[in-house]
């Protein structure tokens, strides 16, 4: 236990600053000296109330690499209802994590690729959308609606720019017309007019819009780049700087796609295990965005290190995680490390 590394709940104190001791060693709990209150050392972390901790951690790992919950429930002799709230548990706690640190940054994101995923369901269809980071490879976001509609596009893109610098942005997306409306109200920020009242809400004028429209009928299997909002030469430049290849494309989004429908049983094309709510979805998609992020390598981000001596010299490659590529870890998480992340929303 260390005391040092804590935070109030109740009161924001830093254990840093030596305000916060040991209250009870056996029931791992705190004391805060400013506030006179206790908490638990899991507070905050998805181990919060849990009696069987080590199981927890192996059931979320199944799940978030696309194990059915019913093999999870014949292969440990547990309760279909315990997995199920351990799994929903698991995801809001990584929504969590993600707004604490995803959201919490600004990047120089150049290019960022979206598109929307369609899932069966029982008794009917769900949409899905993501966006990731192309540089990085680092997912961003998403959102889940019943339909394939505007505002849950909307709801995508304002993720990516709640975490991008209002600098030149490639945003490469499929041929739905609804982008085109959507990045007006995502991608924007409040003016003074100089008068009283509501302020003027103004459109970046530095985002690309480039969608890949592919063709139907006895045309099928051709595409055809579009340069919807800027120029061409723009996109051209920002596509070379984020390292996005030399054409218009929406190829590392639809691999990505098909990570998403391996790493989640509900999204296969074919299962038994689909969904039937929409926060089953919702929090599934933070759960395996989390892992994605923190504790999964990728292999196009590793990076070649010669290791020189006397007599040879030798190539290393160093793997990354897509948090590692974007600055915000310094060595691959475990799905323990991730679910003990505390997220405290601050003060009561």
Excluded at 161 to 170: H, I
Aim: with cysteine; net charge positive; hydrophobic share 40%.
């Amino acid at each position: 236990m260390n005391p040092q590394e804590q935070l109030c709940p109740r009161c924001g104190t830093s254990g840093k600053d030596g305000h916060i001791s040991i209250h009870s060693r056996q029931e791992k709990r705190y004391r805060c000296k400013s506030c006179q209150g206790t908490f638990s050392e899991t507070y905050g972390s998805a181990y919060y109330h849990l009696k069987k901790p080590e199981i927890f951690t192996v059931v979320v790992t199944l799940l978030a690499y696309g194990c059915p919950p019913q093999a999870i429930v014949e292969a440990y002799g547990l309760d279909r209802r315990t997995v199920r709230r351990w799994y929903h548990k698991a995801g809001q706690h990584s929504r969590g994590v993600h707004e604490a640190t995803v959201w919490q940054r600004k990047w120089d994101l150049m290019h960022v690729q979206a598109d929307e995923i369609k899932v069966r369901v029982q008794g009917g269809v769900m949409w899905m959308t993501l966006a990731i980071m192309v540089s990085t490879r680092l997912w961003l976001g998403g959102a889940v609606d019943v339909k394939r509609s505007k505002a849950m596009i909307v709801a995508c893109l304002q993720q990516v720019a709640r975490c991008a610098l209002c600098r030149p942005l490639l945003l490469a997306v499929d041929g739905f017309n609804m982008y085109q409306t959507a990045i007006r109200k995502a991608f924007r920020s409040a003016h003074s007019v100089g008068k009283n009242g509501r302020m003027k809400m103004v459109f970046w004028n530095n985002i690309i819009l480039t969608q890949v429209v592919k063709a139907r009928g006895n045309q099928r299997g051709n595409t055809e780049q579009v340069v919807t909002i800027g120029t061409r030469a723009q996109a051209k430049s920002l596509l070379l700087r984020s390292g996005g290849g030399q054409h218009i494309n929406s190829s590392f989004i639809e691999r990505f796609n098909g990570t998403v429908r391996q790493r989640l049983a509900c999204l296969a094309r074919r299962t038994r295990a689909s969904a039937r709510r929409q926060a089953t979805l919702q929090d599934g998609l933070f759960l395996m965005g989390c892992v994605y992020n923190f504790c999964t390598y990728h292999r196009s981000l590793a990076q070649a290190i010669y290791l020189s001596s006397r007599s040879s010299r030798r190539l290393r490659w160093v793997k990354k995680t897509p948090a590692m590529a974007a600055g915000l870890a310094t060595h691959r998480w475990s799905v323990e490390d991730l679910l003990l992340f505390k997220v405290i929303e601050g003060p009561a």
